[in-house]
Nanobody, 120 residues
């Protein structure tokens, strides 16, 4: 059983910063891509940032230059540093990862989500 547990969400004023964390636990052989998604009320879930095991990153245009994704492989943890937050960043943020539970067996795992609210 593999779990992803997010933390770090909360209420912040526009222009402020938050750092989200997502820790993977369980029977983990390795982790490939790790991603952050978000879903605002009444909207579809969207990809915010992705980080491959090789270190390549990808960001949504709306967060480029403001958000930074990083990972600590020793801790099986991915982070999302969010700066210059805007009210439109308000959403539930979900962690997602491709987790190897054996040499050639992968699972796509989702966290439970953490709420980020940015007030104007």
């Amino acid at each position: 059983q593999v779990q992803l547990v997010e933390s770090g969400g909360g209420l912040v004023q526009a222009g402020g910063s938050l750092r989200l964390s997502c820790a993977a636990s369980g029977s983990i052989f390795g982790i490939n891509d790790m991603r952050w998604y978000r879903q605002a009320p009444g909207k579809q879930r969207e990809l915010v940032a992705a980080l491959t095991s090789g270190g390549s990153t990808k960001y949504a245009d709306s967060v480029k230059g403001r958000f930074t994704i990083s990972r600590d492989n020793a801790k099986n943890t991915v982070y999302l540093q969010m700066n210059s937050l805007k009210p439109e960043d308000t959403a539930v943020y979900y962690c997602n990862a491709e987790v190897a539970i054996a040499v050639t067996k992968y699972l796509e795992v989702w966290g439970q989500g953490t709420l980020v609210t940015v007030s104007s």
